[in-house]
């Protein structure tokens, strides 16, 4: 005859009396919490989301161009999302380069004379062990970044005009269609202390020679402006860390 063995359970987590007193006794662990499964949270509809101006700016342009049935009802948002687009079909039509681009004598018409009508071309001559040419450069590195849709590039004075005067080093070149428009010779044409908005400054004084490239040409008043601030900016900043250096050398 077959041995069967049945097995009976109780709810989980449940306890009998016996077991009960036994972990009063000690002589079992103390009983473990019931399981508790973690509270159901629906995962977020998209179309339940703030339909407004950030919600846009987070659209693709393929994103925007398929929320046109979405927002018939929203005039507002339909007109945000056109200019959206706008605003980013323009922005990628526009050179980009963020760096100082080094170029040879060779190079010269190819990257400067023949660099499009609506770019601006910043050209530094330079030559190594000059540390006016590397402090200068440096402000350069960094307008370059601010202002990728200027182009900036450097070449070594001799190699882009023979027999140029060593102390006229550094050299600033202003080219916009193939011709010169400035001229700064030396680090001092940027004032006592050359910083990179003290640079952006001179640069600017005549035309809209920086473009951050995110609206397109960029006026010079609004240039001017921001580098103002930024000027400003870095002035209080050099005056407090001058503050500090006293007071912890007293």
């Not at 009998?16 to 002589?27: A, F, H, M, P, V």
């Not at 039509?93 to 080094?102: A, D, E, N, Y």
Request: glycine share 4%; with cysteine; proline share 7%.
């Amino acid at each position: 005859m077959a041995d069967y063995h049945h097995v009976y359970k109780d709810v989980e987590g449940a306890s009998t009396q016996w077991d009960d007193i036994q972990r009063k006794l000690g002589n079992l662990p103390p009983k473990p919490p019931p399981f508790k499964p973690p509270a159901f949270a629906p995962a977020e509809d998209e179309d339940s989301k703030t339909k407004d101006k950030a919600w846009i700016d987070e659209k693709t342009e393929e994103e925007l161009e398929d929320l046109e049935d979405d927002l018939d009802d929203d005039r507002f948002l339909q007109e945000y999302r056109k200019k959206r687009l706008s605003e980013m079909r323009e922005s990628a039509k526009i050179v980009r380069f963020g760096s100082v681009i080094p170029i040879s004598g060779s190079d010269f018409v190819r990257e400067v004379s023949q660099a499009p009508p609506e770019v601006w071309v910043v050209v530094l001559l330079f030559k190594d062990g000059y540390p006016e040419c590397r402090l200068l450069l440096q402000c350069l590195e960094q307008l370059a970044t601010r202002y990728p849709a200027t182009k900036f590039v450097k070449i070594v004075s001799t190699e882009c005009i023979p027999n140029y005067p060593d102390c006229n080093l550094p050299t600033l070149l202003v080219y916009n269609c193939g011709a010169v428009k400035a001229t700064h010779v030396g680090v001092g044409s940027f004032g006592r202390r050359s910083t990179p908005e003290s640079v952006a400054l001179v640069l600017c004084q005549r035309d809209p020679v920086l473009n951050d490239g995110h609206t397109g040409e960029q006026s010079r008043e609004a240039v001017l402006d921001e580098v103002r601030k930024k000027l400003v900016e870095r002035v209080v900043r050099d005056h407090v860390d001058d503050d500090d250096d006293g007071s912890s050398s007293e």
